[in-house]
């Protein structure tokens, strides 16, 4: 088992940043892949970013420049640097981790967290 909590959402005008963090608890954190994912209202979970065990990193292409991953495995931590975000980034932002090679598909994801709000205003 694995338990994941997130942090760092909040409320920001257009061209400002956030950091999400990740905790987990309960299982090997450097074997884990690790993504997050957001749902904006009326739309379906979408994938964020991932960090693979390796180090290795992969973003969607609206992540891509402005989204940063970055794990601290001494931290049991993942983290999400969101810079120049926008009001369409606006969503509830999930981590999720898995002990398998996953990606983008949230079903390849075992465990998730509770999701923390950003607003992004205009």
């Known amino acids: 088992q694995v338990q994941l909590v997130e942090s760092g959402g909040g409320l920001v005008q257009a061209g400002g940043s956030l950091r999400l963090s990740c905790a987990a608890s309960?299982?090997?954190?450097?074997?884990?892949?690790m993504g997050w994912f957001r749902q904006a209202p009326g739309k379906e979970r979408e994938f964020v970013a991932v960090?693979?065990?390796?180090?290795?990193?992969s973003y969607a292409d609206f992540a891509q420049g402005r989204f940063t991953i970055s794990r601290h495995n001494a931290e049991n931590t993942v983290y999400l640097q969101m810079n120049s975000l926008k009001p369409e980034d606006t969503a509830v932002y999930y981590c999720?981790?898995?002990?398998?090679?996953?990606?983008?598909?949230?079903?390849?994801?075992?465990?998730w967290g509770q999701g923390t709000q950003v607003t992004v205003s205009s």
């Open positions: 309960g299982r090997s954190f450097s074997s884990l892949t």
């Open positions: 999720a981790a898995s002990s398998r090679i996953s990606y983008y598909r949230a079903q390849g994801y075992d465990y």
């Open positions: 960090s693979w065990n390796t180090g290795v990193t």
